[in-house]
């Protein structure tokens, strides 16, 4: 297939679905997994063989979690990935608690693979000056932004927002589509859905609707049309989403569920975070 087409998004996956923190209202509901999860090497060589022979050309891939430096075969990801993606920026999302911890095996495999690693910097006791000097002794790029003191509620329990809006003001402030098993879905929710779901003995999971599987014959244009329109999980979120302070979790249904957010709160958090994007976007279109 020829691979003329580009992927105008950040393309998220997880290594680990569980975490060592526990985040009240966790969007990727990493609090509510059952024991240790961990994605399998051989599937997500599978999985990124099969997104090259779409696209060759993705801006970044960010490695995710849970928590992805609990798995104990995190540096062959490194590796698959930056051998299937040589000019992709690829990034790991970490909470930092294990960084320290790590061997240089760990930094050397980061540098050799150039992955910047990217800290989630929750209000939660870390020797930043130390992780920035390791950093920058192991020759690592490593990016440390503001402190995350707020989660949103995205989840309307209902199920009865209206698609279109659900899914067109979530666009506004986000194009980071989930790899999971196969699978492409155009946000997190109905990838990790089931975690809830299970958790609370709730009914929302995702079908085939929901995701597109990249191995069967689908055309690029395809993936692109699909990820730009809404799916039947838009209904269950929030069209305007209302915040919280950051805190451990309780693991109550409460901390992912809640009202429409007021309009101007809203309105500042969408400009918020759409700026953010169209930073990325700047940044894409520029290493093209």
């Known amino acids: 297939?020829?691979?003329?087409?580009?992927?105008?998004?950040?393309?998220?996956?997880?290594?680990?679905?569980?975490?060592?923190?526990?985040?009240?209202?966790?969007?990727?509901?990493?609090?509510?997994?059952?024991?240790?999860?961990f994605t399998d090497i051989e599937?997500?060589?599978?999985?990124?063989?099969?997104?090259?022979?779409?696209?060759?050309?993705?801006?970044?891939?960010?490695?995710?979690?849970?928590?992805?430096?609990?798995?104990?075969?995190?540096?062959?990801?490194?590796?698959?990935?930056?051998?299937?993606?040589?000019?992709?920026?690829?990034?790991?999302?970490?909470?930092?608690?294990r960084l320290l911890r790590m061997d240089d095996m760990f930094w050397d495999s980061c540098a050799k693979n150039q992955i910047l690693v990217k800290l989630s910097y929750y209000p939660i006791e870390l020797k930043i000056n130390e992780i920035k000097r390791k950093a920058k002794e192991k020759h690592v790029r490593i990016k440390i932004p503001g402190q995350i003191k707020s989660f949103f509620k995205h989840l309307n329990i209902s199920g009865d927002s209206d698609p279109n809006a659900s899914f067109h003001n979530c666009r506004r402030m986000f194009k980071t589509p989930q790899l999971r098993d196969g699978k492409l879905y155009p946000c997190f929710f109905p990838a990790y859905v089931h975690f809830f779901s299970a958790y609370f003995n709730k009914s929302l999971h995702a079908t085939e609707n929901d995701y597109?599987?990249?191995?069967?014959?689908?055309?690029?244009?395809?993936?692109?049309?699909?990820?730009?329109?809404?799916?039947?999980?838009?209904?269950?979120?929030?069209?305007?989403?209302?915040?919280?302070?950051?805190?451990?979790?309780?693991?109550?249904?409460?901390?992912?569920?809640?009202?429409?957010?007021?309009?101007?709160?809203?309105?500042?958090?969408?400009?918020?975070?759409?700026?953010?994007?169209?930073?990325?976007?700047?940044?894409?279109?520029r290493s093209q």
């Open 1 to 37: 297939m020829s691979k003329t087409y580009n992927f105008p998004y950040i393309l998220e996956t997880h290594l680990a679905d569980h975490c060592n923190l526990n985040c009240k209202g966790c969007s990727h509901f990493a609090p509510l997994v059952t024991g240790e999860v």
């Open 43 to 97: 599937i997500f060589k599978r999985d990124m063989a099969g997104l090259r022979e779409l696209f060759d050309n993705i801006y970044e891939i960010r490695l995710m979690g849970g928590e992805p430096l609990l798995h104990p075969e995190l540096l062959s990801f490194f590796d698959v990935t930056r051998q299937t993606f040589p000019k992709a920026r690829i990034a790991l999302f970490t909470n930092g608690i």
């Open 212 to 285: 597109i599987n990249i191995f069967e014959k689908v055309h690029p244009y395809e993936i692109l049309e699909f990820m730009d329109r809404p799916i039947p999980m838009c209904r269950w979120c929030l069209t305007r989403r209302s915040y919280e302070t950051w805190g451990l979790s309780g693991r109550n249904i409460n901390e992912w569920i809640g009202p429409e957010a007021d309009v101007i709160p809203h309105v500042f958090r969408n400009v918020q975070i759409r700026g953010l994007h169209l930073f990325h976007e700047f940044k894409r279109k």
